[in-house]
């Protein structure tokens, strides 16, 4: 009986671990697919090799690119621009959002100022940008922290005010004050909206860098892609493109990550692996 018991258990944590090895490849699938039809068409005429460049050769471009140290250096400009005007501009949403969230008296002073500049289209405030701080960094960094802030801002009023009402008179009739309230109830009920907020915005911050970054510049991965175009080498702007992917990819994992960790206690996030 102990014997069968065993087999089952072992047959068992042998499927849970194809499952998951599956689980694991399956979102790569598409990704491959699409780059050997790449490879195909450009090698074999199907598409113009010089419009759209086969991937060996854009990643022979990337290996010659990291090997002279430039690659490496556009790629730290761009993560170090996303990081402070990402810090920036969550933090701001995040405060704004909770005032917003828990007073109406400051809703009536800040949400309408904040959906106005909502609707202003990032390209239309690089000119005033410019003219403010020069072509700098801080022209940069300043476009992303705006590209950030209204979606942490949205999601966090949205979180804040989706915290069922009977929960927080549970609270008070625990004996929990404002303080109290916030730090246990609101807080944890309204962090799924939150990090979905983080996690559009962190993709919103890097497509706002590739307009920061058609700012007069000398590095970073916008830089790039001018470069290629300057020099009619389109390898460059794919890598350029590709880069840009990768690392809001990278940056939307980072996110999920987090949210599995944070939000272990809800039910829908524990041991998700499909998130």
Do not use: C
């Not at 195909?40 to 022979?60: C, F």
């Not at 690659?71 to 761009?78: F, G």
């Amino acid at each position: 009986m102990s014997d069968t018991l065993a087999t089952t258990a072992r047959r068992s944590a042998g499927t849970r671990r194809r499952t998951g090895s599956l689980r694991a490849l399956l979102p790569w699938a598409v990704p491959v697919l699409l780059v050997l039809a790449w490879q195909w068409a450009a090698t074999t005429g199907a598409v113009d090799a010089t419009i759209l460049p086969p991937p060996s050769k854009v990643l022979g471009t990337a290996r010659s690119l990291w090997d002279d140290g430039e690659l490496p250096r556009y790629l730290l400009a761009s993560v170090r621009r996303v990081a402070i005007g990402f810090g920036i501009g969550a933090a701001i949403g995040l405060v704004l959002g909770f005032a917003v969230g828990l007073s109406g008296i400051a809703e009536a002073l800040v949400d309408r100022t904040v959906q106005m500049l909502r609707a202003v289209p990032h390209l239309a405030v690089v000119p005033l940008l410019i003219a403010a701080f020069g072509i700098g960094e801080l022209p940069k960094i300043v476009l992303v922290a705006l590209g950030v802030l209204f979606p942490v801002y949205l999601n966090t009023v949205a979180g804040i005010r989706a915290v069922d009402p009977k929960l927080v008179q549970l609270g008070r009739s625990y004996g929990l004050r404002t303080p109290g309230l916030i730090r246990e109830i609101v807080v944890p009920g309204a962090m799924p909206m939150i990090l979905t907020g983080i996690r559009y915005a962190l993709g919103v911050a890097w497509l706002t860098l590739v307009v920061g970054e058609t700012i007069a510049t000398s590095d970073g991965i916008g830089y790039l892609a001018q470069n290629g175009r300057d020099l009619l080498r389109n390898d460059r702007i794919v890598l350029a493109i590709l880069l840009y992917a990768l690392a809001g990819l990278i940056a939307d994992q980072l996110v999920r990550l987090l949210e599995r960790r944070v939000l272990r206690w809800n039910v829908n996030y524990r041991k998700d692996s499909r998130r």
